[in-house]
């Protein structure tokens, strides 16, 4: 993979983890999920935005997480400087 030209990937690159609200019903504490990926932003769009955005998306896919807490958000330039 190194040295190699991957393929398209946005101009962005993020984390974010989020934890689902706890059922004190279940025996098991709530785990922590996380998505990790490249985005490009539209211009003007601002940190805040793309977090909302990424976290919708999760929502949809993993609807536990309706109400959830977000435990880590990073967002950031998607090249090395070398």
């Not at 025996?27 to 003007?44: F, K, R």
């Not at 999760?58 to 950031?76: H, I, M």
């Amino acid at each position: 993979m190194f040295g190699s030209r991957p393929t398209k990937q946005g101009s962005h690159c993020f984390l974010l983890t989020m934890q689902p609200k706890h059922n004190p019903k279940s025996p098991v504490p709530p785990e922590v999920i996380y998505s990790a990926g490249t985005i490009t932003p539209d211009l003007g769009t601002t940190r805040f935005d793309v977090m909302n955005s990424l976290v919708e998306q999760l929502v949809k896919r993993l609807p536990f997480l309706r109400n959830g807490v977000v435990l880590g958000f990073s967002l950031e330039r998607n090249d090395l400087f070398l």
